[in-house]
């Protein structure tokens, strides 16, 4: 489903908050605010990944003007029936529409508020998701004590939270289209391989959305996946040359930005809805901004599977989704 908005929406404010780990990563300096611990003063890492939305919620509203009306908050998580997000965002006393696209949920959740605000459903609507290494392992592997061995295609899972406000009002980054993906599945039953069984949908959302748009790979800036990591990326890559989309050096992932896989031992990179939140919210969303990045792609890529699922022998599903962001004034950023 290709949407391109004659009356664009805009990104009105938004707010990052991390980990450890994260802030150790190489944009660290840019997360606006961490925990020591991840654990955010709470007794439970369920609890500290509720309190990393809340956190972020309450950065991304202190950054409006007295007075600006959030009229709904599109928000989900990775945990089962999205119980970070429910709890995390219960007291702002603003309607609630929770959703579930796994690691697509921040693409997911800015496509549906920017579709409402564009055609005036709403003025101003949230776009909040999150994720927590302690509480996705111990929800889809197991509990950190076990102390089991990591796989070399496995991803950490990223410990943070980003919200994001989509407005009518006129600001540098707009969104000037977006894309919901279709569901794809690879064959992949490997919970340790996230990223090759999340690209075939990756590949299959770049190459409709070339085609719906009629534009290629070089009339971007920056065209990056969230969240394959470096086995996902390098499918990627590999498969949209051979499909006669070759993307260059401005294709990255948000899996392989967050962390240093090497110093920090990070195996095939980062993983989560958390991820790519905190890639647009900390580093891609303020070089728009600055006028350093123009035309964007951001494309949510998220495995639908469920602890059910994979104890069944299921393969895992995947989906994505994409939004394209698109600086205002662009001559200003020359």
Same mark, same amino acid.
């Given at each position: 489903?290709? %949407?391109?908005?004659?009356?664009?929406?805009?990104?009105?404010?938004?707010?990052?908050?991390?980990?450890?780990?994260?802030?150790?990563?190489?944009?660290?300096?840019?997360?606006?605010?961490?925990?020591?611990?991840?654990?955010?003063?709470?007794?439970?890492?369920?609890?500290?990944? &509720?309190?990393?939305?809340?956190?972020?919620?309450?950065?991304?509203? &202190?950054?409006? $003007?007295?007075?600006?009306?959030?009229?709904?908050?599109?928000?989900?998580?990775?945990?089962?029936?999205? +119980?970070? *997000?429910? =709890?995390?965002?219960?007291?702002?006393?603003?309607?609630? %529409?929770?959703?579930?696209?796994? #690691?697509?949920?921040? !693409?997911?959740?800015?496509?549906?508020? *920017?579709?409402?605000? &564009?055609?005036? =459903?709403?003025?101003?609507?949230?776009?909040?998701?999150? *994720?927590?290494?302690? &509480?996705?392992?111990?929800?889809?592997?197991?509990?950190?004590?076990?102390?089991?061995?990591?796989?070399?295609?496995?991803?950490? +899972?990223?410990? !943070?939270?980003?919200?994001?406000?989509? $407005?009518?009002?006129? #600001?540098?980054?707009?969104?000037?289209?977006?894309?919901?993906? +279709?569901?794809?599945?690879?064959?992949?039953?490997?919970?340790?391989?996230?990223?090759?069984?999340?690209?075939?949908?990756?590949?299959?959302?770049? #190459?409709?959305?070339?085609?719906?748009?009629?534009?290629?790979?070089?009339?971007?800036?920056?065209?990056?996946?969230?969240?394959?990591?470096?086995?996902?990326? $390098?499918?990627?890559?590999?498969?949209?040359?051979?499909?006669?989309?070759?993307?260059?050096?401005? =294709?990255?992932?948000?899996?392989? %930005?967050?962390?240093?896989?090497?110093?920090?031992?990070?195996?095939?990179?980062?993983?989560?809805?958390? #991820?790519?939140?905190?890639?647009?919210?900390?580093?891609?969303?303020?070089?728009?901004?600055?006028?350093?990045?123009?035309?964007?792609?951001?494309?949510?890529?998220?495995?639908?599977?469920?602890?059910?699922?994979?104890?069944?022998?299921?393969?895992?599903?995947?989906?994505?989704?994409?939004?394209?962001?698109? $600086?205002?004034?662009?001559?200003?950023?020359?």
């Amino acid at each position: 489903m290709y %949407i391109k908005f004659s009356n664009r929406p805009s990104v009105l404010s938004y707010y990052a908050v991390a980990g450890r780990k994260e802030k150790e990563g190489p944009i660290g300096h840019l997360i606006e605010e961490y925990s020591g611990d991840d654990r955010f003063s709470k007794d439970t890492w369920e609890k500290a990944e &509720s309190e990393m939305q809340r956190r972020a919620f309450s950065g991304a509203l &202190s950054k409006l $003007s007295p007075g600006t009306v959030v009229d709904c908050i599109f928000a989900g998580d990775l945990m089962n029936q999205c +119980t970070s *997000s429910n =709890y995390g965002l219960i007291d702002f006393d603003t309607p609630y %529409i929770g959703l579930y696209g796994a #690691c697509s949920t921040c !693409a997911e959740s800015i496509a549906l508020a *920017s579709m409402s605000v &564009s055609a005036g =459903y709403a003025v101003n609507a949230g776009a909040v998701t999150s *994720s927590h290494f302690c &509480s996705a392992e111990r929800q889809f592997r197991f509990p950190l004590e076990y102390g089991g061995q990591r796989t070399p295609t496995s991803q950490r +899972t990223v410990t !943070a939270s980003g919200a994001f406000i989509i $407005s009518n009002k006129q #600001c540098r980054a707009e969104i000037a289209e977006v894309m919901f993906g +279709t569901v794809r599945d690879g064959g992949i039953k490997d919970i340790n391989n996230m990223g090759a069984a999340m690209a075939p949908a990756a590949i299959d959302t770049l #190459c409709t959305f070339f085609d719906k748009s009629d534009t290629r790979p070089s009339d971007y800036d920056l065209i990056v996946t969230g969240d394959l990591g470096y086995e996902g990326y $390098s499918i990627v890559k590999d498969l949209m040359a051979k499909r006669g989309r070759k993307l260059g050096e401005n =294709y990255s992932d948000c899996g392989l %930005i967050v962390f240093d896989r090497e110093n920090q031992d990070m195996h095939a990179g980062g993983s989560g809805c958390g #991820c790519s939140a905190l890639v647009l919210g900390a580093k891609i969303l303020p070089e728009i901004e600055a006028g350093k990045l123009h035309e964007v792609l951001f494309i949510g890529t998220g495995a639908l599977m469920s602890p059910t699922s994979l104890q069944q022998g299921l393969s895992i599903p995947a989906v994505a989704h994409l939004v394209h962001f698109s $600086s205002k004034n662009k001559e200003e950023g020359k």
